[in-house]
């Protein structure tokens, strides 16, 4: 019995451990391409399932100039692959990659 508890104990910390999936969404800035209002300036933000959310652990500057024409944030809606997840309406990343 003792082992049945500690087997179900370990299963359910590996898979509480695993919160964080990686998955492909748009980023862009939350401002100007997403239109969210809850902060003033150009922010990264992502949408995942059409809803968009600020981002922690990135910056929008990160990847080139956020007011590039051609790749900025504030001009184009980028694809990219993200680890993170939903914290308090705010996506906490642990890993960007950009896909284009």
């Known amino acids: 019995m003792k082992h049945l508890i500690l087997a179900c104990t370990l299963l359910l910390v590996v ?9 492909i969404v748009e980023v862009s800035c939350g401002q100007c391409q997403f239109g969210l209002t ?21 910056d929008i500057d990160d990847f080139g100039d956020a007011h590039d024409k051609e790749s900025g944030f504030c001009e184009v809606i980028r694809k990219g692959e993200v680890e993170g997840e939903v914290v308090n309406n705010r996506f906490k990343v642990s890993a960007l990659k950009m896909l284009d």
Do not use: M
Request: glycine share 6%.
């Open 38 to 58: 809850s902060q003033e300036g150009c922010d990264l933000a992502v949408r995942i399932e059409d809803n968009a959310y600020f981002v922690d652990g990135a």
């Open 15 to 23: 898979a509480c451990a695993n919160l964080k999936k990686t998955q």
